[in-house]
């Protein structure tokens, strides 16, 4: 029996919780379906609490 797991390239926001969805992206902030948290730009800002992407860890941890 599997356990179940976080889809790969999920991000969470280490302060606030929030999560980016590569599968989902966020169209609101520039950022299309299908884009791999690498491709997501340098000064991406987390849309709930404003930190940056260095700030943002794999969401299974």
């Known amino acids: 029996m599997s356990t179940p797991t976080t889809p790969p390239g999920e991000m969470q926001c280490f302060f606030c919780g929030f999560v980016y969805d590569p599968a989902?992206?966020?169209?609101?902030?520039?950022?299309?379906?299908?884009?791999?948290?690498?491709?997501?730009?340098?000064?991406?800002?987390?849309?709930?609490?404003g930190v940056g992407k260095g700030d943002f860890v794999p969401s299974d941890m």
Do not use: M, Q, R, S
């Open 24 to 49: 989902k992206g966020l169209p609101d902030h520039g950022i299309p379906p299908g884009t791999p948290w690498e491709d997501v730009p340098a000064d991406f800002h987390c849309p709930d609490c």
